[in-house]
């Protein structure tokens, strides 16, 4: 079943790149946007834009990691304005450092509450209501990084996978209320948390560019939105092929860590 177009979309990370640009890219008369984010800043200039672009927008200043918090204020939006389509779009990145350094707990245990705990629990919070309801969106924002886990991100790649193997659970499962579940994979796409990131960075898309492509696969409700079309070819290949063959690959491509 195609979905129809969604009228209230709650996007989180929506100070950042990716999650900036989706917004910008739903903003439009008749369309309520609730965007989420920390900075402050960021967050009044990305709402002012999709208001002169003739949505009506609420913003949430709230760190993730703050589950009672997340959860409390899900629950009025649920209460208030349960949305149509739902975009867990927040994250951060983290590698073992240009120098081999390492990757250090505490920044291993934020990554793992950001891109994973606070993903499944806004999700979990809001499953309930839209069943009540038998319709509603949910896309998570997963990476082609989740196919293979990459030397340089492993903590990284690892909270993306079980981003990925989580939607894909729950597409299935969900179907039967009326709710369609999308996984997202991007590839490179410019960004602080890409820039940020050590190795070679091919096919980089531009937030725009890559916000209109996972607003159409989520259109047409496309169980994963993947791209681009040769990274996405070439990850995959690296967990379906023997793993001493994608070691060497990755070594040759110089993401040997
Ligand atoms: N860019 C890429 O190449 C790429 C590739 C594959 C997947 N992705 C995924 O795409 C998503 C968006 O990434 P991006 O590239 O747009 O990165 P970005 O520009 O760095 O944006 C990250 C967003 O996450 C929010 N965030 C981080 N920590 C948070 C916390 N503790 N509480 C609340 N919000 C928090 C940030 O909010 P504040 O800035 O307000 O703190 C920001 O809005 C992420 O899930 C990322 O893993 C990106």
Redesign the pocket.
């Known amino acids: 079943m195609k979905p129809t177009k969604p009228q209230t979309i709650l996007i ?8 900036g640009a989706l917004a910008r890219y739903y903003a439009a008369p008749g369309v309520c946007l609730i965007l ?4 402050a800043a ?2 009044d200039e990305t709402a002012a834009h999709c208001r002169a672009a003739g949505a009506e927008v609420s913003t949430i200043q ?4 703050d589950i009672p918090a997340l959860q409390k204020k899900l629950a009025e939006i649920a209460a208030e304005r349960l949305p149509d389509l739902v975009i867990a ?5 983290i590698n073992t450092g240009e120098n081999r350094a390492g990757e250090q707990w505490d920044d291993i245990e ?1 990554l793992l509450d ?2 994973i705990k ?1 993903t499944f629990a806004l999700v979990n919070s809001l499953i309930p209501a839209m069943r009540q309801r038998g319709s509603g969106q949910i896309a998570l ?5 989740a196919y293979y886990g990459l030397p340089v991100t492993p903590s ?1 790649s690892a909270s ?1 996978a079980a981003i990925k193997t989580y939607g894909e659970g729950l597409r299935g499962w969900l179907a039967h209320d009326g709710i369609q579940v999308n996984v997202v ?10 820039h940020a ?1 050590p190795g070679p960075k091919p096919f980089l898309w531009t ?1 725009e560019k890559a916000a209109g492509f996972i607003a159409r696969g989520l259109q047409q409700n496309k169980a994963r939105i993947s791209f681009p079309f040769p990274l996405n070819i070439g990850t995959w290949f690296l967990a379906v092929l023997p793993p001493s063959w994608s070691e060497r690959i990755l070594l040759l491509l110089n993401y040997g860590g």
Do not use: F, Q, W
């Open positions: 989180t990370g929506a100070t950042g790149a990716i999650g989420h984010g920390r900075n960021h967050l709230l760190d993730l990691r779009n927040a994250g951060v990145n934020a950001i891109n606070a924002i997963s990476s082609l990084a990284y993306k994979m991007p590839g490179y796409v410019e960004s602080a948390m890409c990131m937030p």
